[in-house]
């Protein structure tokens, strides 16, 4: 196992997968509400996992074929890298963030109604297949950071990739419900905002090589 690149696509996944979108704010509040988190949680790690696996194995064959094609989109992937981390960095610095509402505290003391399985599942996997910055992170940025790896390594890296997501959904799930009383509060929301811009930025910095 080649670790430097295990910890390579850890770092790199860790930094796009812990954001305030829909899919996370869909799992943190089913964890809340403790409706169906196994399901949701098993979706969208195996999910990660496909495309994941598909975006290294994918960018590997289209760097060989494609060498001038896959360095243009990873500049592309490298310059949304960084409007993203510049809007974390400005979501850190300015208030008004948005905070748990009072339904998901309400779901959480048990006042909601039992939710079917099937709506929720079709909901993770449309969250999930359906959202194009799923694709952009996977695919052209965790895929075209892990076919640069060396030959031997890019399963490695792969594999640090998700780690990463499967412990994030587990603990966003299962977590969920411990945090919530933290995340009320938008001074929470602008400490991870700041940490998750620093670390999107620096990542950016190092992958211009």
Not at 2 to 21: E, M, P, Q
Not at 39 to 45: D, E, H, N, Q, S
Not at 165 to 173: A, K, N, Q
Request: overall charge positive; charged content about 10%.
């Amino acid at each position: 196992m080649n670790w430097l690149s295990f910890s390579h696509g850890a770092a790199l996944c860790a930094s796009l997968i812990v954001t305030i979108g829909a899919q996370n704010a869909f799992v943190l509040r089913q964890g809340i509400m403790r409706s169906h988190v196994g399901k949701i949680v098993t979706l969208c790690a195996l999910s990660d996992f496909i495309l994941i696996g598909a975006g290294v194995g994918g960018a590997s064959v289209l760097v060989e074929r494609y060498p001038v094609f896959v360095h243009a989109m990873l500049y592309v992937g490298l310059a949304y890298l960084a409007w993203f981390g510049i809007n974390a960095l400005r979501r850190a610095v300015r208030p008004g963030h948005a905070v748990l509402d009072a339904n998901a505290s309400g779901a959480a003391q048990g006042t909601a109604p039992v939710q079917r399985a099937m709506p929720i599942i079709l909901m993770t996997l449309a969250f999930t297949w359906l959202n194009p910055h799923v694709y952009l992170d996977t695919f052209l940025l965790i895929g075209t950071a892990g076919a640069r790896e060396p030959d031997g390594a890019r399963v490695a890296f792969a594999l640090g990739a998700m780690a990463v997501s499967g412990v994030w959904f587990i603990g966003l799930g299962y977590g969920a419900r411990a945090l919530a009383p933290l995340f009320r509060r938008a001074t929470a929301w602008r400490v991870l905002d700041g940490a998750i811009g620093s670390m999107v930025l620096l990542l950016a910095v190092t992958q211009l090589r």
